[in-house]
């Protein structure tokens, strides 16, 4: 890791405009933020933790700020380095000042896009992450951030990944013909598989670029699926989850009468909503059903929300439940923690495995945060990913697949014509270089220049 000064600058949380953020990355971010915070020590207090206090200018001694502190020790951090991130109520004007004073303590104004690029090269993310990043930050409409989001997760990055290693086995096994160009028989096998390994990869680009284009059209959220028995809450927290949200981006029609499926944007992560209710809660045979079609509903799931009364004991029903969305990432309600306590936490403990548990009561909107918070970090640790992958494309990306399928045209002509393998070999090793690029594991400098200097100030 390189060492490198401490940056600030104004970053304003996606979907949050009315919350300043003032965000600082390098070694001397806790001891600056430190000598700003009133509230406790910043620099005894645990990594990834948020306090509450006061920003005081130092000099003046005059309040600034209420504000919360993000404190988040290197290297489990954006940049991977020390980060220090102050959320300020006090509009653009407080904003302004702390950022100010930043300065004042010795960070140095951070360059556009400066965050995502320390990231870039202290390694935390690949090229083609904070491209996305780039694409998040611009995206217009929802469904491109959720491409760019599906991005960031490195769906791209991974495919590409595995063909270069498949290109650079081939590679390895050239490398042995040129060494012992006497056996004529270890020729004609490498001959034979860089045509192989061209003629597949050259499928697998054509591809990616095919699905790209068909991503770019539509694109869908997490599959989420709530479950729960007949009245728990399941309809009540798809309301409060579609009516907070101000950016639902379609109603998708369900593909029975008795499921809802809504899309919804909870803090930046797309989620494909399924309400597995719709069933009225009169009839004993009603709950099998609603079992059965959970159950369905379950299979397809990336992310089940199971719901439970903690009014009342674990019954037949929530048992079933928690057994059938066993393999799934799942979160567990414990709903109407407005209403005494029934329910047997050790009973539940046995059956609910890892899952996070979080109290909420929908009536009085509680716990909803602690909801929101856990999705966003499931989906931002990578623990949470849409089933179906599809890649956004940008220019570039196109541009570099469209080269690597021409120099592996060239492979494969050059192998038609029988001309020596180092020849051959140079065409090959550009397709790699190539797709390489996409990565940013083989890449110039001045294109990463360029690259981060499009971003956004504060990313
Ligand atoms: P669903 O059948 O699982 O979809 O449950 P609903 O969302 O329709 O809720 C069933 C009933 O429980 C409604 O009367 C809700 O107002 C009520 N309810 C939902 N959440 C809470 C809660 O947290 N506390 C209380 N006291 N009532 C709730
Ligand atoms: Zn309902």
């Known amino acids: 890791m390189y060492e490198r000064d ?12 009315a919350i300043g953020i003032v965000r600082m990355s390098g070694g001397d971010a806790l001891v600056m933020a ?3 915070f009133k509230g406790v020590n910043l620099l005894t207090q645990p990594s990834h933790t948020i306090h509450y206090g006061h920003i005081v200018d130092p000099e003046s001694k005059q309040i600034i700020d209420e504000v919360m502190v993000t404190l988040l020790r290197a290297p489990k951090t954006y940049t991977r380095e020390d980060v220090v991130e102050i959320n300020c109520h006090g509009g653009i004007m407080a904003v302004q000042a702390i950022l100010d004073l930043c300065l004042q303590m010795g960070a140095r104004l951070a360059e556009p896009g400066e965050f995502t690029k320390r990231a870039f090269l202290n390694g935390r993310i690949d090229l083609s992450q904070a491209e996305a990043v780039m694409d998040l930050i611009e ?20 495919k590409i990944r595995s063909l270069r290693q498949t290109m650079l086995n081939t590679l390895a096994q050239i490398e042995v013909t040129i060494d ?6 270890v020729e004609e096998m490498s001959l034979q598989q860089l045509k192989t390994t061209a003629q597949a990869i050259s499928q697998e680009v054509q591809h990616i670029l ?28 798809l309301n409060r989850l579609t009516g907070w949200d101000k950016a639902i981006v379609t109603d998708i029609e369900g593909t029975t009468r008795d499921t809802i499926e809504e899309m919804v944007n909870v803090r930046g992560v797309p989620l494909k909503l399924i309400d597995t209710a719709g069933i009225r809660q009169t009839e004993e045979v009603v709950e099998k059903i609603g079992v059965e079609r959970s ?23 929530d048992l079933e439940l928690l057994k059938a969305s066993q393999g799934k990432k799942r979160i567990i309600l414990l709903n109407k923690q407005d209403l005494p306590s029934q329910l047997d936490r050790n009973a539940l403990a046995e059956s609910s495995g890892t899952a996070t548990i979080i109290e909420t009561s929908m009536l009085e909107e509680a716990g909803l945060d602690a909801l929101e918070d856990e999705i966003s970090n499931l989906f931002f640790k990578g623990q949470l990913q849409s089933t179906d992958i599809n890649y956004l494309l940008n220019s570039r ?20 014509m029988e001309l020596p393998v180092d020849l051959i070999q140079i065409d ?26 499009q971003f956004c100030l504060g990313k």
Request: hydrophobic share 40%.
């Open 6 to 17: 401490t940056i600030a600058a104004i970053s304003t949380a996606l979907g949050e405009g």
């Open 210 to 237: 095919k699905q790209a284009q068909s991503g770019r059209l539509f694109r869908e959220g997490i599959n989420t699926v709530i479950v729960g028995r007949p009245n728990v809450g399941k309809s009540s927290l």
């Open 139 to 158: 995206a217009k409409t929802n469904k491109a951030m959720q491409a760019s989001m599906n991005q960031l997760q490195g769906s791209l990055s991974k």
């Open 180 to 185: 012992y160009p006497e056996y004529d028989d």
């Open 295 to 317: 159950r369905k509903a379950l299979e397809e799931a990336d992310l089940v929300i199971l719901i439970l009364n903690q009014a009342e004991d674990l019954q037949e029903v």
């Open 34 to 36: 430190n000598q700003l």
């Open 428 to 453: 090959y090793t550009r397709a790699w270089d190539l797709l390489g690029e996409i990565t940013g594991d083989s890449v110039q400098d001045e294109l990463l220049n360029e690259l981060f200097s």
């Open 397 to 416: 990306h196109t541009q570099l697949l469209k080269q690597a399928l021409a120099a592996l045209d060239e492979v494969q002509s050059a192998v038609a």
